[in-house]
């Protein structure tokens, strides 16, 4: 799986954007770019995932660049309660393999009032 | 929504005895995966068990490590012999398969003494 590159800690004010940069720069072209968050000590919550194309959910947005080497995760309105490590992840997705995840040390995101 | 349960969420054993923690994942779910964190440090995976067999395990996933899925819902982490380092949260995650995301429980805080 390709190596990704984060921030280490990052912060943002509470209702603004929060942008979280990633490289991927040796991603390959089967390769996904996958986003997680840690809230204090919790388990892993999924964020979002992409392979090319830009994508939104209720959660977030992932913004890939066209050669794939970088990502952005987008959380709209920041609250307090996004204050968490957040990991980019990138992995082969399909039938075959159990494609665990490598978790690096992600970005500390810190939301303030 | 699904969720995977794991259960005690705190366990305390002494070292050089067995703990065993458990996991119920999401149903239709195929893939299961242990994983745990040393405190401060990365989410580190151990192993992933697909079709009743172990498909991918770590260097850290030794002879004192074994993880059985004994009837069709519950998937275990068996840790025969504790030692002090040992001591870490452990995360049990399952996914449907193909791109679908991993999902993680909250996790067992794992204490030897």
């Known amino acids: 799986d390709a190596k990704t590159t984060q921030p280490p800690s990052m912060d943002c004010a509470e209702g603004r954007a929060a942008n979280l940069p990633c490289n991927h720069s040796?991603?390959?072209?089967?390769?996904?770019v996958y986003w997680y968050r840690q809230i204090h000590s919790q388990g892993p919550q999924y964020i979002i995932h992409g392979l090319k194309n830009n994508e939104t959910n209720e959660m977030a947005s992932l913004i890939i660049t066209e050669d794939r080497k970088s990502s952005t995760l987008i959380l709209p309105h920041a609250t307090l309660r996004d204050t968490a490590v957040y990991y980019c992840i990138v992995r082969v997705a399909g039938i075959q393999g159990a494609q665990k995840l490598v978790f690096g040390q992600g970005t500390r995101l810190t939301i303030n009032p | 929504e699904p969720e995977v349960t794991q259960t005690p969420s705190h366990q305390v054993t002494q070292m050089g005895q067995e703990v065993i923690l458990r996991c119920v994942p999401i149903s239709n779910h195929l893939y299961f995966y242990w994983y745990r964190q040393i405190l401060g440090q990365k989410v580190e995976f151990l192993v992933s068990f697909y079709n009743n067999e172990i498909s991918e395990k770590s260097e850290i996933f030794d002879d004192q490590f074994s993880v059985e899925r004994p009837d069709g819902s519950n998937f275990t982490l068996k840790i025969r012999s504790t030692k002090l380092e040992d001591s870490a949260m452990y995360f049990c995650a399952s996914r449907q398969g193909g791109y679908a995301e991993a999902f993680f429980g909250q996790g067992t805080r794992l204490t030897v003494v």
């Open positions: 040796t991603i390959s072209g089967n390769e996904y």
